[in-house]
């Protein structure tokens, strides 16, 4: 079934799998995703993620990260542009999410990046998501 928001599609199989503490999730693979789950790793929001193919669908399964008592490193994921309404920031209006605490992605000319290294290289774009 052809999903019309992925990033939407991507953070919702996250959450679900945190909310359930699932060691890992499966989520349909692209380029976009790719970028995303590999700023998701350097941030230390997951674990891993490896791409797999089967047959002729492939997919990322993400490997999500928790702390020793159990609990998830992700305690939440809020999508901010849609499909029906793109929010856009400017390089010196970006927001730093509950105080910095948590991390915004942006889609900028120069790719996908967190809001601290778009704001340091003095770019702006359009806001994606927050993850706290």
């Known amino acids: 079934m052809p999903v019309s928001d992925p990033i939407s599609d ?35 929001f997951i674990s891993d993620f490896k791409k797999n193919i089967d047959g ?40 730093r999410y509950l105080g910095g605490l948590g991390v915004s992605f942006l889609s900028t000319p120069k790719g996908i990046m967190t809001g601290y290294n778009a704001k340091k290289q003095g770019l702006g774009g359009e806001l994606l998501f927050y993850v706290w």
């Open 10 to 44: 991507m953070l919702t199989r996250i959450r679900n799998a945190v909310m359930v503490h699932h060691s890992s999730v499966s989520i349909p693979a692209s380029k976009t995703k790719e970028s995303l789950l590999t700023l998701l790793k350097q941030e230390g």
């Open 56 to 95: 002729s669908k492939a997919f990322f399964e993400v490997t999500l990260r928790y702390y020793d008592d159990n609990s998830s490193v992700i305690t939440g994921l809020k999508r901010i542009s849609k499909p029906g309404l793109r929010v856009y920031s400017k390089k010196n209006d970006i927001p």
